[in-house]
């Protein structure tokens, strides 16, 4: 299973991103995995963005409530995450991740499969 991650980029500070994940692989069980975003900041771990069950619930961290949205599309194998409002604190490598657990994760070691990540650069 492979997990591709595009749509970073350089933005201004209030400026929009729609971020990608596309499966590929052993993609049959897609539709059945819950499915996250991480990010991860020079010098800092990697923390917890967002989550999609496979029933469609989502979560999302607390500092990006209200901003950001995530969504997935089974028939495209393709989890999204809609970024707006973007600050500079949230400049970081974003990568997204595959669980096939029964309950949605928070933390990175839960999650079986992970993408190569997608550099996000928010300038004030």
């Known amino acids: 299973v492979q997990l591709q991650a595009s749509g970073g980029g350089l933005v201004q500070a209030g400026d929009s991103l729609r971020l990608s994940c596309a499966a590929s692989g052993r993609t049959f069980s897609f539709s059945g995995w819950n499915m996250g975003w991480f990010r991860q900041a020079p010098g800092k771990e990697r923390e917890f963005v967002a989550a999609?069950?496979?029933?469609?619930?989502?979560y999302l961290a607390d500092s990006v409530k209200g901003r950001f949205a995530i969504s997935r599309d089974n028939s495209r194998n393709t989890v999204y995450l809609q970024m707006d409002t973007l600050k500079p604190e949230d400049t970081a490598v974003y990568y997204c991740?595959?669980?096939?657990?029964?309950?949605?994760?928070?933390?990175?070691?839960?999650?079986?499969?992970w993408g190569q990540g997608t550099q996000v650069t928010v300038s004030s």
């Open positions: 999609i069950s496979r029933s469609g619930g989502t």
């Open positions: 991740a595959g669980s096939t657990r029964v309950q949605v994760a928070t933390i990175p070691s839960l999650y079986d499969y």
